[in-house]
């Protein structure tokens, strides 16, 4: 049986995010093959700092791994992660699925016919008071969840103008489609993927296309607001067939504190997680003895919630199965929802979720 360190990875996208994952997999013993890149001074960087051989054509990085973990502008996701699981190739494809719908709907289609499986990168997931909440959630602990508060809004943080992140064609849209796709698919999570059937969403760009723009630090070099052409921030009510809904605050930018706590509210209990800081929170009531409330501070160790996702890709790939999690099919979920936020937001009215065909999680 192979085992992680026999697993023979590539990096398809040699910017800062392919390197984070690099990183983590040297971490792990995997056994890092090469990289890809269309950009020779990105090839030149990862050549430099790994020591490992790296591409433009990728039929030659395809040719020496067992798997490929993409982390390309989303407009290219399509193309490396069909071309990859059409090679035979286990991918682990960062968030978003794609940039668009149709575009995620193409690789769905291909991965449910593929001998390899597509694991998305949704790694918040693999926080441990995420799992600690859904282990007391699963035991019947909060009862129905009805309500979750969900927010991942930066004051300042946009992650640089003029680069691919601020570009429509590109990006697909901007900070709901970058950080608000985090949010979306925790809520998601949260609730075991309830089907969503009404979306009502606004979204804005206030800020970005500004010359004045004020910010005190930036992702990447801040190049300018010409060709600024996405959101900045989005506000959504998601309603799912169940009768559950979520509230959703999104912002790049905005002049309002940094907020990324989910709040969760069920029927014997509640939850508040804060992504940014670990924290999780547990609100119950009884009448035992007398009547009360309690609040507990649950207390975990605080993960590279990357590096974790990596190790179930790794060994997933060393197994020769597919995970299980962070499927494609959840994914799509996700998708269909930022979709129906744009749509919601160019038309003014709130929308039905477009309700396709999803395949079966492999």
């Known amino acids: 049986m192979s085992t992680a360190s026999s697993v023979r990875v590539g990096i398809i996208g040699l910017g800062n995010i392919g390197h984070h994952h690099a990183d983590r997999l040297v971490d792990l013993g995997a056994e890092l093959v090469g990289g890809l890149d269309i950009q020779a001074e990105a090839r030149h960087r990862f050549t430099e700092k790994y020591?490992?051989?790296?591409?433009?054509?990728?039929?030659?990085?395809?040719?020496?791994?067992?798997?490929?973990?993409?982390?390309?502008?989303?407009?290219?996701?399509?193309?490396?992660?069909?071309?990859?699981?059409?090679?035979?190739?286990?991918?682990?494809?960062?968030?978003?699925?794609?940039?668009?719908?149709?575009?995620?709907?193409?690789?769905?289609?291909?991965?449910?016919?593929?001998?390899?499986?597509?694991?998305?990168?949704?790694?918040?997931?693999?926080?441990?008071?995420?799992?600690?909440?859904?282990?007391?959630?699963?035991?019947?602990?909060?009862?129905?969840?009805?309500?979750?508060?969900?927010?991942?809004?930066?004051?300042?943080?946009?992650?640089?103008?003029?680069?691919?992140?601020?570009?429509?064609?590109?990006?697909?849209?901007?900070?709901?489609?970058?950080?608000?796709?985090?949010?979306?698919?925790?809520?998601?999570?949260?609730?075991?993927?309830?089907?969503?059937?009404?979306?009502?969403?606004?979204?804005?760009?206030?800020?970005?296309?500004?010359?004045?723009?004020?910010?005190?630090?930036?992702?990447?070099?801040?190049?300018?607001?010409?060709?600024?052409?996405?959101?900045?921030?989005?506000?959504?009510?998601?309603?799912?067939?169940?009768?559950?809904?979520?509230?959703?605050e999104v912002a790049w930018a905005t002049n309002r504190p940094t907020n990324d706590e989910f709040f969760l509210r069920g029927t014997k209990g509640g939850a508040r997680f804060d992504r940014a800081s670990h924290e999780l929170n547990f609100y119950e009531g009884d009448v035992g003895g007398s009547n009360h409330l309690t609040t507990a501070d649950i207390d975990t160790q605080v993960n590279d919630t990357h590096k974790s996702e990596q190790k179930l890709f790794v060994e997933a790939v060393a197994a020769g199965e597919a995970p299980g999690r962070n499927t494609v099919a959840e994914a799509i979920s996700v998708q269909q929802v930022i979709d129906a936020i744009y749509r919601s937001s160019e038309e003014g009215r709130a929308v039905k979720v477009n309700s396709v065909e999803t395949p079966p999680a492999k």
């Open 51 to 248: 020591d490992v051989n790296t591409y433009e054509d990728k039929n030659e990085l395809f040719d020496e791994v067992d798997a490929v973990i993409i982390t390309t502008p989303n407009r290219f996701h399509e193309e490396y992660a069909v071309d990859a699981l059409e090679a035979g190739l286990d991918v682990l494809l960062e968030k978003p699925l794609a940039h668009s719908l149709e575009s995620a709907q193409n690789i769905a289609t291909v991965a449910e016919k593929a001998d390899g499986f597509c694991m998305v990168g949704f790694n918040n997931r693999f926080a441990n008071p995420v799992e600690v909440f859904k282990h007391h959630y699963e035991a019947g602990r909060f009862g129905d969840i009805k309500h979750i508060e969900a927010n991942y809004v930066r004051r300042r943080g946009i992650p640089g103008r003029g680069s691919w992140f601020t570009s429509k064609e590109i990006a697909g849209g901007g900070s709901l489609i970058d950080i608000g796709v985090h949010a979306i698919d925790l809520a998601l999570y949260f609730l075991d993927f309830p089907e969503v059937v009404e979306v009502s969403g606004v979204t804005r760009s206030q800020f970005g296309d500004k010359e004045d723009y004020t910010f005190v630090e930036m992702w990447g070099d801040d190049i300018g607001p010409e060709g600024f052409n996405v959101d900045d921030s989005a506000s959504a009510f998601i309603r799912c067939a169940n009768g559950t809904t979520i509230s959703l």
